[in-house]
T-cell receptor, first 117, second 111 residues
Framework: SAVISQKPSRDICQRGTSLTIQCQVD?????MFWYRQQPGQSLTLIAT?????????ESGFVIDKFPISRPNLTFSTLTVSNMSPEDSSIYLC??????????????FGAGTRLSVL | DAKTTQPTSMDCAEGRAANLPCNHS???????VYWYRQIHSQGPQYIIH???NNETNEMASLIITEDRKSSTLILPHATLRDTAVYYC????????????FGTGTRLQVTL
């Protein structure tokens, strides 16, 4: 299975600032996804990070608020922009389609726990 | 993707089998049943998936009814480390296989 590293693991941020979360995979993968898990809730897909093109966002999520980059097949970033306390959540990166990994199985990072004051 | 229904919570004694049910009565022919779990403060972990045949791996067994409208995840010998939220997800295996997480079943394994 793919090994996924997310940075930072946690952060406390001030209202109005932005935070960029990094997701690094130990092998090239086809698909990368970003999820949000609000306190006490299940996971919600934010977007699919596409290599070399704009991310595909789910309903309710927009690029201005959650810009995503994916410069290559092993790395992606999610930025949470102009943060408010409602953005306090765990943000998770997942990948699919890695070398040696069975198809159509997603592997998740440990997540970034974000608190906005 | 088809909607799934799971019990909110279950308890299981350590060493016993944990049987977690899932209803997916609107599943379509090309949709698979996936199970993931999320241990506290960790990202979700893949357990097993299947289409219509029963499946078994080193972690668990998946039993899918003949009409595919429900399934059961079986942890044969539950341990305290199996305490987690278990998610049953139905999805097609297209090139962009989005996972829609429901509320899952919170399994508490006790001594």
């Amino acid at each position: 299975s793919a090994v996924i590293s997310q940075k930072p693991s946690r952060d406390i941020c001030q209202r109005g600032t932005s935070l960029t979360i990094q997701c690094q995979v130990d092998s090239q993968v086809t698909m990368m996804f970003w999820y949000r898990q609000q306190p006490g809730q299940s996971l919600t897909l934010i977007a699919t990070a596409n290599q070399g093109s704009e991310a595909t966002y789910e309903s309710g999520f927009v690029i201005d608020k959650f810009p995503i980059s994916r410069p290559n097949l092993t790395f992606s970033t999610l930025t949470v922009s102009n943060m408010s306390p409602e953005d306090s959540s765990i943000y998770l990166c997942s990948v699919e389609g890695g070398l040696g990994s069975p198809g159509n199985i997603q592997y998740f990072g440990a997540g970034t726990r974000l608190s906005v004051l | 993707d088809a909607k799934t229904t799971q019990p909110t919570s279950m308890d299981c004694a350590e060493g016993r089998a944990a049987n977690l049910p899932c209803n997916h009565s609107t599943i379509s022919g090309n949709e698979y049943v996936y199970w993931y779990r999320q241990i506290h403060s960790q990202g979700p972990q893949y357990i097993i998936h299947g289409l219509k045949n029963n499946e078994t791996n080193e972690m668990a067994s998946l039993i899918i009814t003949e009409d595919r409208k429900s399934s059961t995840l079986i942890l044969p010998h539950a341990t305290l480390r199996d305490t987690a939220v278990y998610y049953c997800i139905v999805t097609s295996t297209g090139t962009a296989s989005k996972l829609t997480f429901g509320t899952g079943t919170r399994l508490q394994v006790t001594l």
